[in-house]
């Protein structure tokens, strides 16, 4: 049911149709409730919290992914090619406890979360994870003291955590119908003011360009490798993998399956499409019934099922890490804006 209800308001919020023109009047309501919210942190009411180095926000005002993860993970690898020693906050989506947690590449996604395991593994920084991200960036600056510069991969609305910049990110759906929770996708208004804006698609036309706002920067997700679950080091070009024959499955619990199901397609594979819910557990065997020779993951799902044992030994289940791919000036701004932060 939830499932239904999920992909029903999906559809409706790309275009103004009964049902969102049905919930219009109380996204008003959501919107002006935000609205104050915002106005009460810029104008000192409600408090933020400042860490003493250059905090990045990563966000987005779609609900649901856009790709914040790879983002996250580029713009670490260009922080500390510029010489920054860069560490990352998140909430940890589905994770326990309250108290700020560290997070490994051995840790647990239902303990942290599975983003913040995936950023763990592929950027190579200290991660913490905590509900109150200024908490979070307090507890890693006092574990890891060589951080200068904070990534915080999602919070764009947690101001309780004061930011030096913000990067807004969105994808091909752009701003949906532009309306606000539940009429339509947006957390927040299209015209939220931040420092950069990303669009995460293989084109941005200038209809996309001027519904988000600004003038975005593009980012494609690239992969082109597949990787055994059971040994990563076990790797298999993907235009390899459409030769070889037999019946394909592609597996998404990501928020956009279809980003990830059209990548694939793009590499030449063949294959049935099995979506998932955005942080799927896997805990059902979602594959113990499925007649496919090869499986293919994304990273996030991979986290989660290397933590299960039926799946971890499953030899149909193949991994296809992605990096983010976006123009070098933005990291180049981004560098600057840290570099001229007044440290407390």
């Given at each position: 049911m939830?499932?239904?209800?999920?992909s029903?308001?999906?559809?409706?919020?790309?275009?103004?149709?009964?049902?969102a023109?049905?919930?219009y009047?109380?996204?008003?309501?959501?919107?002006?409730?935000a609205?104050?919210?915002?106005?009460?942190y810029?104008?000192?009411?409600?408090?933020?919290?400042?860490?003493p180095?250059?905090?990045v926000?990563?966000?987005?005002?779609?609900?649901?992914?856009t790709?914040?993860?790879?983002?996250?993970?580029?713009?670490?690898?260009?922080?500390?090619?510029?010489?920054f020693?860069?560490?990352v906050?998140?909430?940890?989506?589905?994770?326990?406890?309250?108290?700020?947690?560290?997070?490994?590449p051995l840790?647990?996604?239902?303990?942290?979360?599975?983003?913040?395991?995936?950023?763990?593994t592929?950027?190579?920084?200290?991660?913490?994870?905590?509900?109150?991200?200024?908490?979070?960036?307090?507890?890693?600056?006092?574990?890891?003291?060589?951080?200068?510069?904070?990534?915080?991969d999602d919070?764009?609305?947690?101001?309780?955590?004061?930011?030096?910049?913000?990067?807004?990110?969105?994808?091909?759906r752009?701003?949906?119908?532009?309306?606000?929770?539940?009429?339509?996708?947006?957390?927040?208004?299209?015209a939220?003011?931040?420092?950069?804006?990303?669009?995460?698609?293989?084109?941005?036309?200038?209809?996309l360009?001027?519904?988000?706002?600004?003038a975005?920067?593009?980012?494609?997700?690239?992969?082109?490798?597949?990787?055994?679950?059971?040994?990563?080091?076990?790797?298999?070009?993907?235009?390899?993998?459409?030769?070889?024959?037999?019946?394909i499955?592609a597996?998404?619990?990501?928020?956009?399956?279809?980003?990830?199901f059209r990548?694939?397609a793009?590499?030449g594979l063949?294959?049935?499409?099995?979506?998932l819910p955005?942080h799927?557990?896997f805990l059902?065997?979602?594959f113990?019934?499925?007649?496919a020779?090869?499986?293919?993951?994304?990273?996030?799902?991979?986290v989660k099922c290397?933590?299960?044992?039926?799946?971890?030994?499953?030899?149909?289940?193949w991994?296809v890490?992605v990096?983010?791919?976006?123009?070098a000036?933005?990291?180049a701004h981004?560098?600057?804006?840290?570099?001229g932060?007044?440290?407390?």
């Open positions: 939830a499932g239904t209800l999920e029903t308001l999906t559809r409706a919020w790309l275009h103004r149709g009964p049902l023109c049905a919930l009047p109380v996204s008003l309501l959501f919107r002006a409730l609205g104050v919210r915002a106005l009460l810029r104008t000192g009411v409600l408090k933020s919290g400042r860490l180095v250059p905090v926000v990563v966000g987005n005002i779609f609900i649901g992914g790709g914040k993860t790879p983002l996250t993970i580029w713009l670490v690898e260009q922080l500390r090619a510029a010489g020693t860069p560490g906050i998140s909430r940890g989506f589905g994770g326990k406890g309250s108290a700020p947690r560290p997070v490994t840790s647990t996604p239902s303990d942290v979360g599975d983003e913040p395991v995936l950023i763990a592929r950027a190579g920084c200290p991660v913490f994870v905590c509900r109150d991200r200024h908490e979070a960036g307090r507890a890693l600056l006092a574990a890891h003291p060589q951080v200068d510069v904070i990534v915080t919070g764009l609305q947690h101001y309780a955590l004061a930011r030096d910049v913000e990067v807004v990110l969105f994808d091909g752009g701003v949906g119908n532009g309306w606000t929770l539940p009429a339509g996708p947006l957390r927040e208004p299209p939220r003011r931040r420092d950069f804006t990303v669009v995460n698609a293989t084109e941005i036309t200038p209809a360009a001027a519904s988000v706002g600004g975005p920067y593009r980012m494609t997700l690239a992969g082109d490798v597949a990787e055994r679950l059971a040994d990563r080091r076990e790797r298999m070009p993907l235009a390899q993998l459409a030769q070889r024959g037999g019946k499955v597996a998404a619990g990501i928020g956009n399956p279809g980003r990830f990548m694939l793009g590499a063949a294959f049935a499409e099995l979506p955005d799927h557990d059902d065997r979602p113990a019934q499925l007649d020779d090869l499986i293919l993951l994304t990273e996030k799902d991979a290397a933590h299960i044992e039926e799946l971890r030994n499953d030899p149909r289940l991994v890490p990096s983010a791919r976006i123009d000036a933005l990291a981004i560098v600057e804006k840290c570099r932060r007044t440290f407390a």
